[in-house]
């Protein structure tokens, strides 16, 4: 039976301190993972600025329709028939558009109680509760949409608000308010809200 001797073991020490074989290695798993960690947050945030952005420029372009009338006066004039027009101007999101996307068109009176509606939180969002009526000119129309969308990266999680249950689902919205310019008279579309 041998003893180390102190002496021994604190020159073993000395060298595994000073040795450098495996150094970049060993500096590569320890910066690895957070740098891993912080790559696919910032690509998951691109992705959800992307969808808000595909999200906000169809919303626009199909609420145009309804602004000017030709929504309207179309023959094709049913919620259904408006959320596609949003969905063919999601090219990139037209396969998850038609489940996952939801359209609230509501009337107003005036200004102010368009500013006193606030939107559905993604927590206790619910579908059943949106409305769809295009009005008649010079109506004031608020055009609200509703996407869902299903995070990668875990801690997104907490930055974003959940759709409930911990499903990793979030609640992009967005919206536009106008006044419907003139047009030929037909009755507003849909039921009133």
């Not at 604190?10 to 301190?17: G, H, P, Q």
């Not at 579908?127 to 609200?144: E, N, S, W």
Request: glycine content about 6%; charged content about 15%.
């Amino acid at each position: 039976m041998s003893l180390v001797r102190p002496s021994g073991m604190i020159s073993s020490l000395r060298r595994f301190a000073r040795a450098e074989h495996g150094a970049t290695a060993v500096e590569f798993a320890m910066v690895s993972l957070p740098m891993m960690v912080l790559v696919f947050g910032v690509i998951e945030l691109a992705m959800v600025l992307l969808v808000c952005t595909t999200l906000e420029s169809a919303t626009e372009s199909a609420a145009r329709m309804i602004r000017t009338g030709e929504f309207q006066t179309s023959a094709s004039n049913t919620r259904a028939d408006f959320k596609a027009l949003i969905c063919a101007r999601m090219s990139w999101l037209s396969a998850k558009c038609a489940s996952d996307l939801w359209v609230d068109v509501r009337t107003y009176s005036n200004f102010a109680s368009l500013g006193a509606s606030a939107p559905q939180p993604g927590s206790t969002f619910n579908p059943a509760t949106t409305c769809f009526t295009a009005g008649a000119p010079a109506d004031i129309v608020l055009v609200r949409t509703y996407f869902q969308w299903r995070l990668f990266t875990p801690l997104l999680s907490t930055a974003l608000e959940d759709m409930g249950g911990g499903s990793g689902r979030r609640l992009i919205s967005t919206a536009t308010a106008f006044r419907n310019e003139p047009y030929n008279d037909n009755p507003p579309v849909g039921a009133a809200c």
